[in-house]
């Protein structure tokens, strides 16, 4: 009878998985009808994927990013014949997964409680930036679900299942999967030889050994991939060391980022570290109060933590010493804000089944239910813009732009030079050059051969009757000259301008 009910029980928890998978995966559907959200970095991926389909090798990805997102948009724009639909279609896939892999860890490690794990799935679906975030065509979704994964087989090697040897494998496999879409994978590795160091077992020596062999298994892929580009380009990630400290508004920038994410008001920093005080407390008070009843699965909130601890700041040591141009956005937190959704639920459950605060356990509960219910209209919100104009480059805009109508109708061999070369490979399956930079954005030190760049630029246009093609709407890239400097510094002759841009000709003194 116990039996019986125990698996109707967890077919019912499992029948509200499947459901708020396909549930989250047509309101991505509906956000991107447009197509995937687009951005400078999504077209390089498109670009490198079309260049695998084209070439069979790797050549077109560069040493910039990592290769296993540009490999599966290849593989599945191969299948299809269309990398740039098969970005959406892949985006929805891994809403759907990335729900499933984190409801379901949240179900193991709460000891298979329908509360918590309808918890998780309400604050899920009804999440504007976890939409928000798969909507667009960036390879921090897919980094999300291999971590999910790796830390899922993580726990089930930690909780002694059985086949150990085969989870700890999945475990290191998964994880090499993420550091090999993002960099900031190594961060997830880390985690994973930290966690089997502390809660693998009793015997130090063998749980040095294990976390060794996982480390090495999971950094043997990016090993041979760095290795790659060192013999290609003597460079083996494309970023050069030097020294920026990131900035107060940028750590400003990241609170907002966590403020908004729980609807708390803005410039209340300080309710944010009263919320992660509380949290310490919760942990440590429950740790405390009942540190039999922790089995090994309920290790998610130390390893969800632990990954939050070291991601963070390898973050901001990235910015500081390697690319001063990366913000702390919602998409760069975005895994620390889903680790750290689910280490809350899985304490709050700790909480429930601690007697002394069953209370407190409960009240958390009701208001998770009722914050899930408060960011639906957000979310709503976002959904009716999505559906109504679409998402970066892949916008009702940018689609119908008259500027980029009047670029698709000039002679294929036409030199370019723009503020948008992205939006106009994306949108006229051209090349095009960056108009020189003002400021090198990774380094934010001024561009010291600004002058023979702008010359250079100059020649080319005129030797060649090139165009320089400048989009009013390209507002964030802050190191580019404005319209009005070009002016200053070039003579204009425009030969286009409409609503959304202009098209110009430089004048030489030989004209």
């Avoid at 239910?369 to 999505?386: C, D, E, H, N, P």
Wanted: charged share 15%; glycine share 6%; net charge positive.
């Amino acid at each position: 009878m116990v039996l019986k009910r125990a698996i109707s029980g967890d077919f019912v928890v499992l029948f509200f998985m499947v459901l708020a998978a396909l549930y989250v995966c047509y309101l991505l559907y509906s956000a991107t009808v447009w197509g995937a959200g687009l951005t400078a970095d999504s077209i390089a991926y498109l670009e490198g994927a079309r260049d695998i389909i084209e070439d069979g090798n790797l050549d077109g990805i560069g040493t910039h990013f990592p290769p296993l997102y540009f490999l599966i948009i290849a593989f599945c724009g191969g299948i299809s014949g269309d990398p740039l639909a098969s970005l959406r279609y892949i985006q929805i896939v891994v809403i759907g997964l990335n729900l499933l892999a984190g409801a379901l860890i949240v179900w193991k490690a709460t000891h298979r409680s329908f509360l918590s794990t309808i918890i998780f799935l309400l604050v899920f679906v009804t999440s504007q930036p976890i939409l928000s975030l798969h909507a667009m065509a960036w390879s921090e979704a897919m980094f999300s679900l291999f971590a999910l994964l790796g830390v899922y087989y993580l726990l089930r090697f930690i909780h002694n299942s059985e086949n150990r040897n085969f989870t700890l494998i999945l475990s290191a496999l998964c994880l090499s999967g993420a550091f090999l879409t993002r960099y900031a994978g190594i961060t997830l590795i880390m985690t994973g030889v930290i966690s089997l160091l502390l809660f693998s077992g009793t015997n130090v020596l063998k749980r040095v050994k294990t976390s060794l062999l996982y480390g090495f298994i999971s950094c043997l892929p990016m090993f041979l991939w760095m290795l790659r580009n060192w013999y290609i380009s003597d460079n083996v990630t494309s970023r050069r060391l030097g020294y920026h400290p990131i900035s107060t508004e940028k750590i400003e920038a990241g609170i907002q980022v966590f403020l908004q994410g729980f609807f708390i008001p803005e410039n209340n920093s300080i309710v944010f570290l009263l919320l992660l005080f509380l949290v310490i407390l919760l942990y440590i008070f429950t740790a405390k109060i009942n540190p039999g009843d922790i089995e090994r699965y309920d290790r998610t909130p130390e390893i969800c933590f632990i990954f939050i601890v070291i991601y963070i700041p390898f973050i901001v040591v990235s910015i500081s010493f390697f690319d001063a141009h990366t913000p702390l956005s919602p998409r760069i937190l975005f895994p620390a804000y889903l680790f750290f959704l689910m280490a809350i639920i899985v304490l709050n459950n700790r909480a429930v089944q601690t007697h002394d605060i069953k209370t407190i356990g409960i009240a958390l509960s009701v208001l998770l239910i009722i914050f899930s219910l408060a960011q639906q209209k957000v979310q709503t919100r976002y959904l009716a813009y999505a559906k109504a104009q679409g998402l970066g480059f892949a916008s009702k805009g940018w689609r119908q732009s008259e500027t980029l109508k009047w670029v698709t109708a000039l002679p294929k061999n036409t030199v370019i030079y723009t503020n948008a070369p992205d939006a106009i490979k994306v949108h006229t399956d051209r090349s095009s050059e960056m108009i020189p930079h003002i400021v090198v954005p990774t380094s934010r030190n001024r561009n010291q051969n600004l002058v023979a760049d702008m010359q250079n630029m100059v020649q080319d246009l005129s030797q060649n009757d090139g165009v320089i093609v400048y989009f009013h709407g390209i507002t964030w890239r802050w190191y580019l000259p404005t319209l009005e400097q070009l002016e200053k510094g070039l003579s204009l002759h425009y030969v286009f301008k409409g609503s959304d841009g202009v098209v110009a000709q430089v004048k030489t003194s030989s004209d």
